[in-house]
């Protein structure tokens, strides 16, 4: 996800591809480049990667825990995603940080429908509320 994310080029060593399966078959859906090498995957994505849809499922489907992953990378894709999540309810918990930062989502139910933005940029910063760190 972070080579995609930034535009990067990252090698994963020490990677068991087949338990990745479902992850690698979206980053590629989206149009990152994946590599087999000799000590992992090279991950590598130059370019604006596209929407795409998800719904998660137990092993050996889309693992719910790289959901929210995903969904980072769709707020900056080109075109609508649609994120459904069948195995946990409110596993939606970073959407209101990511519009915060300027992503287009709506939640209906368990799916969530992203709009891709250009970019995402950082929040203000909230007030704090604990009031000051006692020493």
Known sequence: MAAAITKGNLLVENIIEDHLKPVVAKLIETGVELREENTGIRVYCDHRVKGIDIKTLPYPGFPTDMQAQ??????????????????????????????????????????????????????????????????
């Open 70 to 135: 995903l969904m980072a990378l769709t707020t900056i894709a080109e075109g609508t995603s649609i994120i459904t999540e069948t195995v946990f309810e409110n596993r939606f918990m970073h959407v209101n940080e990511l519009k915060r930062m300027g992503a287009r989502i709506k939640i209906e139910g368990r799916t969530a429908i992203v709009q891709g933005v250009r970019r995402l940029t950082a929040p203000r910063s909230r007030p704090q509320t604990s009031g000051p760190v006692q020493q």
